[in-house]
């Protein structure tokens, strides 16, 4: 209904992880389903999936995790994140004040719960948008956002959605 493009770019050849297919299918929905809610009719969502050193992200985060690490991006060319509204993202019930009218489900929750899932995995989540202020009278600029997911290629415990008595569980 939306037209909206999606395209795909994968690098060859990408390992395996042993990772929690329930865990990684909610922080993926979510940041898949916020770029199709926030892109305009006729926008494009890209998605991409890398293998790389932390060294060679310029723009990672410093709690990003050292070494090598499948780089997720998932750009969108919808309305932005305001700067005003950048470091309240990732807390409980926040929804930024440009897109409150465009959608009245969201529960400002799903980023919250992206990071705690992401920080489980032991890899890093962080963002980039414009966020040019909006100008009285005037509609906001099509920017985008690109949301990155940072997760460590090393052998790791498989963490677990399944809870015992209530709590995530390795295995």
Same mark, same amino acid.
């Given at each position: ?44 969502i890209t998605i991409e999936l890398t293998a790389l050193d932390k060294e ?30 950048? #470091? ?55 920017? #985008? ?27």
């Open positions: 209904n939306r037209k909206l493009t999606i395209t795909k770019r994968y690098d060859r050849g990408l390992p395996k992880l042993n990772l929690d297919r329930q865990l990684v299918h909610i922080v993926f929905q979510n940041l898949m389903t916020n770029a199709v809610k926030y892109t305009p009719p006729g926008g494009t060679d992200i310029s723009h990672a985060p410093v709690e990003c995790p050292p070494g090598k690490l499948l780089l997720c991006a998932v750009t969108d060319t919808g309305y932005g994140i305001p700067k005003e509204a950048q #470091g309240k993202v990732f807390t409980k019930f926040f929804r930024a004040d440009n897109v409150k009218g465009k959608d009245q489900d969201g529960s400002g929750l799903g980023l919250y719960i992206v990071k705690s899932l992401v920080g489980l995995l032991k890899g890093a989540i962080w963002f980039k948008s414009p966020g040019s202020p909006v100008a009285k009278g005037k509609s906001r600029q099509r920017k #985008g956002t690109t949301f990155y997911v940072a997760i460590p290629l090393k052998k790791r415990k498989l963490f677990s959605l399944r809870s015992n008595q209530g709590k995530f569980a390795a295995r």
